[in-house]
């Protein structure tokens, strides 16, 4: 599976650098993840449950981060295992700014397989953009300036291309072993 696409943040560039490195802000923004450990400034361990399709399905996988160029861009590489099945893949991150916002693009190649494989892509794609709309709305709410003055108040994202396929991809590789990619 190839995904790509973009998401506009409304915060500076470095911030939202430091909030894709930081395990805390991301174990809070990935629906379910129950886990999210910094093993050194470059490899993660996570653990996520989320349901898609019958499944119920708990992830625990490796993220590394690769070609690194604070705060500009990263290739996350991870995988991640399951009972009902396993993910591997890559995404490749890039943070732009323009006008006080930063633009996340990512170009993620992800792999599925087992059990989970089956569902099919119509409910792979619901579950997705369920996701998707979760962790970009708690990230956004995380790393916004408004959220600093504001923490009740809730803030929409913006999405510029949305591919619902992208956060299952980013959300397996960070839970398991994706981040995220946040894009904006």
Do not use: H
């Amino acid at each position: 599976m190839k995904l790509s696409g973009s998401y506009k943040i409304p915060t500076d560039k470095q911030t939202v650098w430091e909030a894709l490195n930081n395990p805390d802000v991301l174990q809070k923004c990935i629906p379910g993840c129950e886990e999210f450990k910094k093993n050194s400034d470059t490899s993660f361990t996570a653990t996520a449950t989320n349901k898609i399709g019958p499944f119920n399905a708990s992830f625990t996988g490796e993220v590394e981060l690769q070609d690194l160029n604070p705060p500009n861009s990263y290739t996350l590489v991870g995988q991640g295992n399951s009972p009902v099945g396993f993910a591997s893949g890559e995404a490749k991150v890039a943070l732009t700014e323009e006008g006080g916002q930063t633009i996340l693009t990512y170009d993620v190649e992800a792999n599925v397989g087992g059990k989970i494989a089956q569902v099919g892509s119509r409910l792979i794609d619901m579950t997705a953009k369920k996701m998707a709309d979760i962790f970009f709305g708690k990230f956004t709410d995380e790393v916004s300036p408004a959220s600093l003055s504001a923490p009740q108040q809730s803030n929409s994202v913006t999405a510029t291309k949305f591919n619902k396929k992208i956060i299952y991809a980013v959300a397996t590789l960070v839970s398991l072993g994706l981040i995220l990619l946040a894009i904006y």
